[in-house]
């Protein structure tokens, strides 16, 4: 398994799996995260996200070294897109006993013959897992109205779907737009990256990706978003896409800053 697909303990029970998805940029390769989290208690585990089909086996290879052949028990698409849930076919196959938990109101539609499997849960709904608890949050930043985040108060991890993501370096108008990085940079933290994040990448990769932040001012999201950190001690926020964030407090400022910038009209 190449180092941009090896998974990475972050904090006692939460496992950062997935993969990369390698694109060119002139004169180098960079590498573009598809995050999913694994979070595992004496009772049970919930997997985040399901990663991009291209990882299917990666992330199944994963999982079967994080679980130690534990059942999944869980698994938890923050909202209904490729990324986040797109190996839900293969994982159910493979996971016979799994439940999908979270806002599931259009999984049957794709996935009738699991109908048995899908368990709603509602933003302020909780799972034991044993020796820690998963909680269903509102998703402050979203990209689509089912999208919910989720919370493990054994890691004190904020898991934030497609918010919080930030590219590396500003492309030229004519490069991919995706939240890059560099080959080698795959599993770190936010806080070991050669540099932290700047207001400009982030507002970027914000003003493209979750393109109603230009007509929307977020102050009140943000508002909430810090309320449900003093709520909530949180040590790590991860994102599907970009680096895990462990300096919460500054890459919480330099969102907001970036999300002003992009409402501002001050983003190309």
Known sequence: MSAAHEARLIADGVHWLGGCLVANAPGQEVHYHVSAYLVVGARASILVDTGDPAHLP???EQLDTALGGRPLDYIFPTHPEIPHAGNLPGLLERYPSALVVGDVRDYLLHFPEYE????????????DLGGR????LTAFIRDLENTLWGYDSGAGMLFVSDGFSYIHDVPAPEEDDEPVHLPGQCR???GEMPVPPTVEQAAYGTGRALYWTKFVDVVPAFEQVRETLEALPVRF???AHGNVIDDVEGMLMTSLAAHRQVYEGRVL
Not at 116 to 127: Q, T, Y
Not at 133 to 136: D, H, M, S, T
């Open 58 to 60: 990666v992330v199944m």
């Open 188 to 190: 770190m933290l936010s």
């Open 237 to 239: 926020v991860g994102p």
């Open 133 to 136: 608890e998963f909680r269903f």
């Open 116 to 127: 048995d499997r899908f368990i709603s849960k509602a933003a302020g709904e909780c799972l």
